[in-house]
């Protein structure tokens, strides 16, 4: 897996050169690169999947130059770290040291709407050879474009949906909690972000529909 895995990467270097963000990092200074996957170097473990790395604002980024053994609980993984206590509740403290993290964009930007849709079509072949490689139990996806992606592309072989509905201020909001099945058998949960504004409440009713008795 781990040399399927370092082939991958050096495609990725490859496209990186091509893209829009590249670009406008070489014009503008920024050193903020791309990265592959945080992996176990273990097939049939669970895949969180969000929309891309970030780069802070004055840090610069090393590309990732090799894919080796690595702990999800022991990695940076800034708000994704909130995800733990509902994966402790669904799945089990097993699950959480099983979790392979990779994103649909693996371009880092300070800002997601500096990536252009040239480089998510960059990005596509490569997360879809990435998926066959890691071969995921299954799929937690906290990027509403990706979710919007697949749900296009007819990838989909059936789903169930759950509207949630919460306070935002003044405003009445709803939450669409999806818990599908790709056309290749792998389950795949559409939850909200950590960062996205959602009320606890809702934001449980979200996990609990989408992962209660692990669905």
């Keep these: 897996m781990d040399i399927e895995l370092s082939k991958l990467l ?6 990186y050169t091509k893209s829009d963000i590249s670009k406008y990092c070489l014009e503008n200074g920024h050193k903020w690169s791309y990265s592959l996957v945080t992996s176990t170097l273990e097939k049939n473990g ?12 004055g840090e610069e980024y090393e590309p990732q130059t090799e894919i080796k053994k690595a702990n999800f609980l022991t990695e940076d993984i800034g708000s994704l770290s909130r995800i733990y206590p509902f994966c402790r ?3 089990g403290d097993d699950f959480i040291s099983k979790i392979t993290q990779s994103n649909y964009c693996f371009f880092r930007p300070h800002n997601e709407s500096q990536i252009s849709s040239k480089d998510i079509e960059l990005c596509e072949p490569i997360f879809e050879k990435l998926i066959s490689i890691i071969e995921p139990s299954i ?5 509403s474009k990706l979710r919007d992606s697949i749900l296009r592309s007819g990838k989909i072989k059936s789903l169930e949906k759950l509207e949630i509905e919460y306070d935002r201020g003044s405003l009445k909001m709803t939450y669409s909690a999806i818990k599908a099945t790709l056309n290749s058998g792998v389950k795949i949960n559409f939850l909200p972000h950590p960062n996205y504004p959602i009320k606890g409440e809702a934001r449980i009713k979200a996990w609990d529909f989408c992962c209660g008795r692990n669905s």
């Excluded at 050096?10 to 496209?15: G, K, M």
């Excluded at 669970?46 to 604002?57: Q, T």
């Excluded at 799929?139 to 990027?143: E, G, M």
């Design 139 to 143: 799929i937690l996806c906290f990027s």
């Design 89 to 91: 509740k669904h799945f």
């Design 10 to 15: 050096n495609e990725l270097n490859n496209i």
């Design 46 to 57: 669970p895949l969180v999947i969000g929309f891309n790395w970030g780069a802070s604002k």
